[in-house]
T-cell receptor, first 114, second 115 residues
Framework: DGGITQSPKYLFRKEGQNVTLSCEQN?????MYWYRQDPGQGLRLIYYSQIVNDFQKGDIAEGYSVSREKKESFPLTVTSAQKNPTAFYLC?????????????FGDGTRLSIL | QKEVEQDPGPLSVPEGAIVSLNCTYSNSAFQYFMWYRQYSRKGPELLMY????GNKEDGRFTAQVDKSSKYISLFIRDSQPSDSATYLC???????????????FGKGTKLSVIP
C-alpha cells in the first residue's frame, strides 16, 4: 500500500539529547513537510523540501534540522536547542510543492521529555 | 485577528444529524481550501479539496467556499459514530511564488456523534 510511514510512534528525549524522527513515503512525491501539532493549536510548519537535496525553513524551524538525501526519506532531528520539544510531529508529502497539490499525512510521532 | 478561525467545539450531535463545521479567514489570497479529518493519535486524512468559491460533494460530505465572505463550511449528512473525530480546515494561496504551497490550518473542531 502506498503511504507515509513515520517511526517511532512514541519517543522520549532526555535533557541535552538530540533525537531523530523518521519519515518515509512510497508515493513517489517530490515534496515533503514536517509539522508540529500542540493541543489547542493548529499545525505549524517546521521545514519543507520541494526536491531532493533542497529544503527550506518553515515558521518554527529553530531547534530542528532536516536532511533530504533521498526522494522517499525526510528525517527530522529535534536538537537540544529546542527547549519545548513535547508535541505530536506530523510528516506530510505532496506530488509537487505547488499550491494545487494536496498534502497527505503520516500517523505521527509523539515526542515527550523524560 | 488570527489568519484562520475555527470553533474548537466540542460539538456533540445525535446519530443521523446534519453537522455543519465552519472556518473563517482573513487572507484574501487563499485560493485552495481543504478539510481534514483526524482521529485520536492519528495523522490528518484529507476529506475534501476545493479551489476558489463554490460547492463540492463527495458522498455524505459537502464542502462550500464563499470567498466574498471569507467563509468555508463542511456539511456532513446522516452523521455516524465513525464520524467522531477532529476536523481541521486548511487553506493555501494560489500562484507559484514562494509560500504558495504553504498550508494555514485552523485549530480543529472536535465532533462527537452519539449513537
Amino acid at each position: 500500500d502506498g503511504g507515509i510511514t513515520q517511526s517511532p510512534k512514541y519517543l522520549f528525549r532526555k535533557e541535552g539529547q538530540n533525537v531523530t524522527l523518521s519519515c518515509e513515503q512510497n508515493l513517489n512525491h517530490d515534496a515533503m513537510y514536517w509539522y508540529r501539532q500542540d493541543p489547542g493549536q493548529g499545525l505549524r510548519l517546521i521545514y519543507y523540501s520541494q526536491i531532493v537535496n533542497d529544503f527550506q525553513k518553515g515558521d518554527i524551524a529553530e531547534g530542528y534540522s532536516v536532511s533530504r538525501e533521498k526522494k522517499e526519506s525526510f528525517p527530522l532531528t529535534v536538537t537540544s536547542a529546542q527547549k519545548n520539544p513535547t508535541a505530536f510531529y506530523l510528516c506530510a508529502s505532496s506530488m509537487s510543492g505547488g499550491s494545487n497539490q494536496p498534502q497527505h499525512f503520516g500517523d505521527g510521532t509523539r515526542l515527550s521529555i523524560l | 485577528q488570527k489568519e484562520v478561525e475555527q470553533d474548537p467545539g466540542p460539538l456533540s450531535v445525535p446519530e443521523g444529524a446534519i453537522v455543519s463545521l465552519n472556518c473563517t479567514y482573513s487572507n484574501s489570497a487563499f485560493q485552495y481550501f481543504m478539510w481534514y479529518r483526524q482521529y485520536s493519535r492519528k495523522g490528518p486524512e484529507l476529506l475534501m479539496y476545493t479551489y476558489s468559491s463554490g460547492n463540492k460533494e463527495d458522498g455524505r460530505f459537502t464542502a462550500q467556499v464563499d470567498k466574498s465572505s471569507k467563509y468555508i463550511s463542511l456539511f456532513i449528512r446522516d452523521s455516524q459514530p465513525s464520524d467522531s473525530a477532529t476536523y481541521l480546515c486548511a487553506m493555501s494561496p494560489g500562484g507559484s511564488g514562494a509560500g504558495s504551497y504553504q498550508l494555514t490550518f485552523g485549530k480543529g473542531t472536535k465532533l462527537s456523534v452519539i449513537p
